[in-house]
């Protein structure tokens, strides 16, 4: 019930290239979809999220796509630069008292020349 | 700097000795998450805490780790005992209120056990 599925696991994309990654959810009480970059050694960076009330967000070459019915989300990488290699993240929680995130198992993005 | 702070940043100790990593939180934050994260996997949520009070303790294990963050200085997360299993990257993250979802995550410990 808790579990946030994540694919896939690795993506190789040419530079100026989208990158998509998928995600899918099975609490239907998640109210609050967050993605986070991460660096090697570094910890997770919010890099954009979205609540469900809207299907789509988009932030810079970041964009959000939302399927209530469907419950799955993913992001979009729109001409993606080698400074994008990293782990992205998905994520889901319920806001409220503990808002503590479910993450997925996370997809290891490289982006070449 | 005003980000989430994490120490001491790698950690290693061996079986059966105790652990302890710091987080404090961003300035005008007063609420930390910890996760642990594993070789190759995503974070797990361990405990969810505001100054003197855990507000969510689901997430850890029911032997051997306590966590707490007191009125004054930062947040610990204690592990004593420590096991092979333990070795792992563990991050505090902080929000700016109750139950805020909106989280900054420091930078980690990541502890390895001999």
């Known amino acids: 019930q808790q579990q946030v599925k994540q694919s896939p696991q690795s993506l190789i994309v040419q530079k100026g290239g989208i990158s998509i990654i998928n995600c899918a959810y099975e609490n239907t009480a998640f109210d609050y979809f967050p993605w986070y970059q991460q660096f090697p050694g570094k910890g997770p960076a919010l890099l954009i999220a979205?609540?469900?009330?809207?299907s789509e967000k988009k932030e810079g070459r970041f964009t959000i796509s939302f399927n209530k019915s469907a419950k799955q989300f993913s992001l979009h990488i729109m001409d993606s630069q080698p400074g994008d290699s990293a782990t992205y993240f998905c994520a889901a929680t319920q806001e409220g008292t503990a808002s503590k995130l479910t993450f997925g198992t996370g997809t290891r993005l490289q982006v070449t020349l | 700097n005003a980000g989430v702070m994490q120490n001491p940043r790698h950690l290693v100790r061996r079986r059966g000795q105790e652990a302890r990593l710091r987080c404090s939180p961003m300035k005008g934050h007063s609420h930390v998450y910890w996760y642990r994260q594993l070789p190759e996997e995503g974070l797990k949520f361990m405990v969810y805490l505001q100054k003197e009070n855990i507000i969510d303790e689901s997430g850890m294990p029911k032997e051997r780790f306590s966590a707490e963050f007191p009125k004054e200085g930062p947040s610990i997360l204690r592990i004593q005992q420590v096991v092979r299993g333990d070795s792992a990257a563990y991050f505090c993250a902080s929000s700016r209120r109750l139950g805020g979802s909106e989280q900054f995550f420091g930078p980690g410990t990541r502890l390895t056990v001999l």
């Open positions: 979205i609540r469900p009330d809207v």
